[in-house]
């Protein structure tokens, strides 16, 4: 078995073990539906590139948004604002971390999220995780790509989606970033996000280019 027949036959066994793996993942008490190697990689950006805003589309229950806020303030960055249609009936309480509720490419959320970009006093990081269709994902592609600032990067998450797990889902977010990339050239797959081998955002970690 070669190196990536292992890395993805582990890939597979870890997304499918929901029980013990990512579907029981919590930061601080609070659920957060990630693969802890990419929230490892999420806080080196943010001590790296201390945006001044993150944009994160899909809540859920609120423990990635807490997760990214805590690491704002602890590397002197900026806020968070999470975006999603439902919120989380107790939503984690944090200075640096706002919600917006509505969905992400509804023109009102956009001119919200527009208001939060024109405060912003510096680099601008954008992590897309709410609806998993690539229909939707391509049109959040289209319409938060311009907020990321030269630099930083826009996260695609759950990119395994219809090409590693659950290929009973249909076009995911990996096949909107194909078409994404093919039309926006300042945008480059940054590989060297993906040196811990097990992500969900195989192809997704997006650098825009200076």
């Not at 993805?8 to 008490?29: A, N, P, Q, V």
């Not at 640096?96 to 527009?114: K, P, Q």
């Amino acid at each position: 078995m070669s190196d990536q027949e292992t890395i993805d036959s582990f890939h597979k066994l870890w997304h499918e073990s929901i029980d013990g793996t990512w579907h029981t993942c919590k930061y601080r008490g609070v659920k957060a539906l990630k693969c802890p190697m990419d929230m490892w990689i999420y806080q080196e950006l943010i001590s790296s590139i201390k945006p001044a805003l993150i944009i994160e589309t899909g809540t859920c229950f609120g423990g990635s948004a807490l997760f990214l806020a805590d690491q704002c303030q602890l590397n002197g960055a900026g806020k968070v604002v999470t975006i999603d249609i439902k919120m989380p009936k107790q939503p984690p309480q944090h200075p640096l971390l706002s919600y917006i509720t509505g969905s992400s490419v509804d023109e009102a959320t956009l001119n919200t999220v527009r208001r939060y970009i024109r405060q912003a006093q510096g680099p601008v990081l954008v992590i897309l995780d709410s609806d998993h269709k690539a229909r939707h994902v391509a049109k959040e592609l289209e319409h938060y790509h311009s907020f990321v600032t030269p630099g930083s990067y826009l996260i695609v998450e759950d990119t395994d989606i219809n090409r590693l797990v659950r290929f009973d889902h249909g076009p995911g977010p990996a096949d909107a970033v194909d078409g994404f990339l093919k039309a926006h050239k300042n945008f480059v797959v940054d590989k060297g996000c993906e040196k811990f081998y097990l992500t969900f955002n195989r192809g997704g970690y997006l650098k825009r280019v200076k």
